[in-house]
């Protein structure tokens, strides 16, 4: 499916956040392995968090989805699948699960989409080998095996890269199997797996030091829920605040905007650039921060990114990269080198799309130069998502900032992330529409 976004005169609206997809598949992970009545509330009903579901149906869960999402208890447990595991585009679920499989010490094969099929295992498979789990693949990417195998009772880690996939995934395979960890990151990755795991009832400890986090998990914990309420997805709301800032007449308060301090540099990084936000209504729930997110037209200046701060913004930056285009100066992004290993290589759907709309842009190894409001009086050519859902909406976006339509390419895959993206972005005052 391609897609038209035409610029808006203005942006106004009072919405709700869609919730939040990473939020929504520990939900799931968490939910199953309990294996007790639970309900999640406000889930993520996307293509992601769906075939997160569908894999943890075909290792025995009793999952009903409706608007909510309902767990009852199933008397034999998780056990070996009778299928492959079909992860389609989701990372987060694969990575995850395959931890929780190894855990459990079940066989189980996995596959996924042609984007998923293409991305490093590596960073799972050695520590999870580590840690007495047994794989099979063919250059640690997908399909891989899981074999029956028990883990060691106790193993530690220091995280090479800061990866809450690669954390949470440890998490789960030692949770699955009742062993005790440790894990050390140097820098803060997104901490939804550590305050689920307590919301849950289990006694994990995160000691946080200048030498970053040490977090452990006891052995033989268990899990005691009745119901989790998802918080909003900030990295879904991201492309709706931008539309509101980019905007010439705008007002636009977003509710119920997850708030978790490993997921908020994006706001940080929007006051840098000179953004009229401003944040109401906090309250914790489940553990999660969230609140209301008030967000009006802004005259964007450029910004320079690298450092600790990336991680907190790695799903950010294709949008961040757009403000930067529309925004007063030369904007630097460093040291995100990850960036090529997500969806696609956003680097270069990034240069790409950049190019299309007229933008100067240098790719670099590990980020981008930006230089703002250098856009050319060409009509922008149509842009290749790469299959990507966030370059996909952030391109849709960039509309706005350049006030002329702009055709993307290949966009299915926004359902992965934000089924609710173009209904939500009509009731603000855009228009975006099938080419
Ligand atoms: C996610 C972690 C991030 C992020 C991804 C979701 C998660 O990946 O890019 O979209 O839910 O844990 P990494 O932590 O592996 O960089």
Aim: aromatic letters at 4%.
């Amino acid at each position: 499916m391609n897609l038209i976004a035409s610029p808006p005169t203005k942006i106004h609206g009072d919405i709700i956040c869609p919730p939040d997809k990473s939020i929504t598949q520990r939900a799931l992970l968490l939910g199953a392995l309990q294996n007790k009545d639970f309900k999640i509330i406000n889930p993520l009903l996307g293509a992601d968090p769906i075939s997160t579901a569908s894999a943890l149906k075909a290792l025995g869960a009793n999952i009903d989805i409706s608007n909510e999402i309902v767990f009852s208890k199933n008397n034999k447990g998780l056990t070996s699948p009778a299928h492959p595991l079909d992860l389609g585009n989701s990372g987060t679920g694969l990575r995850l699960l395959m931890g929780m499989v190894a855990g459990l010490g079940i066989d189980a094969t996995f596959t996924g989409d042609a984007s998923l099929s293409l991305r490093p295992m590596k960073r799972i498979i050695d520590p999870l080998s580590d840690f007495g789990a047994v794989f099979q693949h063919d250059g640690f990417i997908l399909p891989i095996k899981t074999i029956a195998s028990s883990l060691n009772s106790s193993f530690s880690y220091n995280m090479p890269i800061a990866s809450a996939q690669v954390k949470s995934s440890i998490l789960l395979a030692a949770l699955a199997a009742g062993s005790e960890v440790t894990i050390y990151e140097a820098i803060q990755s997104r901490n939804h797996t550590e305050i689920m795991l307590k919301d849950f009832g289990v006694n994990i400890e995160v000691h946080t030091s200048s030498q970053g986090n040490e977090i452990f998990l006891p052995s033989n914990q268990h899990l005691q829920q009745t119901q989790y309420d998802v918080a909003g997805d900030i990295s879904s709301a991201a492309f709706l605040i931008a539309a509101a800032l980019l905007a010439e007449d705008s007002h636009l308060v977003i509710r119920n905007v997850g708030l978790n301090p490993s997921r908020i540099g994006f706001l940080e990084v929007l006051k840098a650039m000179n953004a009229n936000i401003h944040i109401a209504d906090q309250r914790d729930v489940n553990g999660e921060l969230r609140g209301t997110v008030i967000v009006q037209s802004s005259e964007l200046i450029s910004v320079e990114l690298g450092g600790s701060i990336i991680p907190n913004i790695i799903d950010e930056i294709p949008i961040i990269s757009v403000l930067a285009s529309c925004a007063d100066g030369v904007s630097t992004i460093k040291d995100a080198g990850e960036l090529r290993k997500k969806e696609s290589d956003r680097i270069k759907a990034l240069k790409s799309g950049l190019d299309k709309i007229g933008v100067k842009a240098n790719e670099e190894e590990d980020g981008l130069t930006i230089v703002g409001r250098s856009f050319n009086a060409l009509e922008p050519m149509p842009i290749d998502s790469f299959h990507d859902h966030r370059i996909a909406m952030s391109f849709l976006i960039s509309s706005i900032g350049i006030g002329k339509k702009v055709k993307v390419m290949d966009t299915e895959n926004i359902t992965t992330s934000f089924p609710q993206f173009i209904e939500l972005a009509g009731k603000i005052g855009m228009s975006i529409h099938e080419a």
